[in-house]
């Protein structure tokens, strides 16, 4: 196994251009680092294209490493200056792994679809697409001008959650909701708006359904919710006036899988 000792390593330097949007996005590459979350990317069928870790990694995540490196195209140890330039954590586990983007897995449209519109937090993204895969939703739209879904921060935040959530990303608002309508969608706006249909009064279980999350600050833009089918709010009996967009898109997905399994027990 090859060791790299220095910083201008051309293998290093690539890697690390990765810490850059705009890289990862030409390239359709990504770093991932930590122990468990690149164990995580190759146990969910991520291509992983290079492995690096330091001797101490190698040793105190023994598990973890043999598990990414053997699922890797390219395995290398690196020298503990050379790992903080992969690193955009301030206490490294000195594990990182180069991967290809995912691909969009799911052929056949679900009943639930998830739409993120201008999402600008990374912690907000990656914690809403936690609670997607934990509650079953396997696609999530992001429209507009998201923040980028592998960035370092996002993916820390997700849990592994991006490498199995299938991301679709979409600049168009009007293309989106078309192309949702015609698949029979009942696009839903999430809204602080005391005149909204309450979600607890709705009903998801028969149908397709698509909920719209806007903004941490500004919320769906007004043109998108002329767009949406229903206007959907939280109840709150609090003097807060809106949720955070994690918050919300929490509860509402929530609402849209409980009532879906209630229909599947009792059907």
Known sequence: ????????????????????????????EFLCEGARLCQDAARSGVEILRCFFTEEAKQKYAPYVEEASAASGESYLVADHVAKLLSSTKNSQGVFCQCRRPQVTVEEEEPFALVLEDLQDPGNLGTVLRTAEALGFRRAYLLGDCCDPLSPKTLRASMGAVFRVDLVGEPSR??????LGQKGYTLLAAVPDSAALPV??????????????????NGLTPETIALCHKGVTIPMAGRAESLNASAAATILLWEMARTREKEVSHG
Do not use: P, Y
């Open 1 to 28: 196994m090859e060791t790299i000792t220095s910083r201008q390593n051309k293998i290093i330097r690539e890697a690390a251009a990765l810490s850059s949007g705009e890289e990862r996005r030409a390239r359709g």
């Open 174 to 179: 009007d293309a989106l909701c078309e192309a």
């Open 200 to 217: 607890t009064e709705l009903e998801f279980g028969g149908g397709k359904w698509a909920v719209f999350i806007g903004n941490e600050g």
